[in-house]
């Protein structure tokens, strides 16, 4: 089975930088992935981590640890577009997506 | 424009109708799949189809029927389904054999009274 967590919500200034974690025990691995969605939206693909380490993607970065079961996607430069839900997704054995069940964030001014 | 397409993007129905939701990939993807989204949990893997032919069925109820008629096309078909069916439905496509990510349509909000 796939068990994937992360924080329910967080909360940050615009300017400032944010780190939302996410734990998962799966059945296999074969990558991670990072979406955003905003409200009454699709998701929308931000990043995708197959090996150890980190994936720099402008503002957005995010970070890998097999061994660790561990990942997080870093937000610098907050701007209040980023305020959306972020989702944690991984590709078990079967190379379908288990997702976990998202993190709220909100830029405050 | 996400270049995945659903149709209607609300519906309302009562427990003994019968309604269709549309979804139209325009990114020449060869796997295409339905998610539920209910508030604050997770995205549930309903059905998968690759290749037009449906590879996954996650234990859905039978009120919930799917059809890929090509690989461009998908929907699902909805028949005497329970208020606790209330969610949003998302179509989603890749193609397999490359990373393998998902491109999501804008959901559809379905509303069981």
């Known amino acids: 089975g796939q068990n994937i967590d992360q924080p329910t919500e967080m909360t940050a200034t615009e300017g400032a930088i944010v780190q939302i974690n996410c734990t998962y025990q799966t059945s296999g691995f074969n990558g991670l992935f990072w979406y955003q969605q905003h409200a009454g939206e699709a998701p929308t693909f931000l990043s995708y981590?197959?090996?150890?380490g980190l994936e720099e993607k402008g503002r957005f970065s995010s970070f890998l640890s097999r061994s660790k079961g561990y990942s997080y996607l870093l937000l610098k430069e907050l701007q209040m577009k980023d305020s959306a839900s972020y989702l944690c997704a991984v590709r078990g054995y079967d190379y379908k997506l288990s997702f976990g069940a998202g993190t709220t964030v909100t830029v405050r001014a | 424009e996400t270049g995945v397409t659903q149709t209607p993007r609300h519906l309302v129905m009562g427990m003994t109708n019968k309604k269709s939701l549309k979804c139209e990939q325009h990114?020449?993807?060869?796997?295409m799949y339905w998610y539920k989204q209910s508030a604050k949990k997770p995205l549930e893997l309903m059905f998968v189809y690759s290749l037009e032919e449906r590879v996954e069925n996650n234990s859905v109820p039978s009120r919930f029927s799917p059809e890929c008629p090509n690989s461009s096309h998908l929907f699902l078909h909805l028949h005497t389904l329970q208020p606790e069916d209330s969610a949003l439905y998302l179509c989603a496509s890749s193609q397999e054999g490359s990373t393998g990510e998902l491109f999501f349509g804008e959901g559809s909000r379905l509303t069981v009274l």
């Open positions: 981590n197959v090996l150890d």
């Open positions: 990114l020449g993807h060869n796997a």
